[in-house]
């Protein structure tokens, strides 16, 4: 079993950065797992945000390419999620994701382990 812990969130005014994380946990957890991103607004689906593979391919939704950066420490076993110039469209909670099988980046039914989520809330 893989446990998956997000920091990072909090308040931050349209046109500014936060950094989430996610640090990962768990006898079977290695760098070879495939990571993601996703957020959920009030009252909307999860949707995709990002998704870094073994070998480091980065996979980013339309919505936040440019302004967002997966990344991933595999000597601490954690994903970062940098974002940039936040709009207040941005503002969820976001969870990150874990798969130790090949499959797609951008379904939730292909990540089997979640974290619980981290909240960001981006004002105008």
């Known amino acids: 079993q893989v446990q998956l812990l997000e920091s990072g969130g909090g308040l931050v005014q349209a046109g500014g950065s936060l950094r989430l994380s996610c640090a990962a946990s768990?006898?079977?957890?290695?760098?070879?797992?495939?990571m993601g991103w996703f957020r959920q607004a009030p009252g909307k689906e999860r949707e995709f945000v990002a998704a870094i593979g073994w070998s480091g391919t980065t996979i980013y939704s339309d919505s936040v390419k440019g302004r967002f950066t997966i990344s991933r420490d595999n000597a601490k076993n954690t994903v970062y999620l940098q974002m940039n110039s936040l709009k207040p469209e941005d503002t969820a909670s976001y969870y990150c994701a874990a798969d130790p099988y090949s499959g797609s980046y951008y379904s939730t039914s292909d990540y089997g382990s979640w974290g619980q989520g981290t909240q960001v809330t981006v004002s105008s």
């Open positions: 768990g006898r079977t957890f290695s760098s070879s797992y495939r």
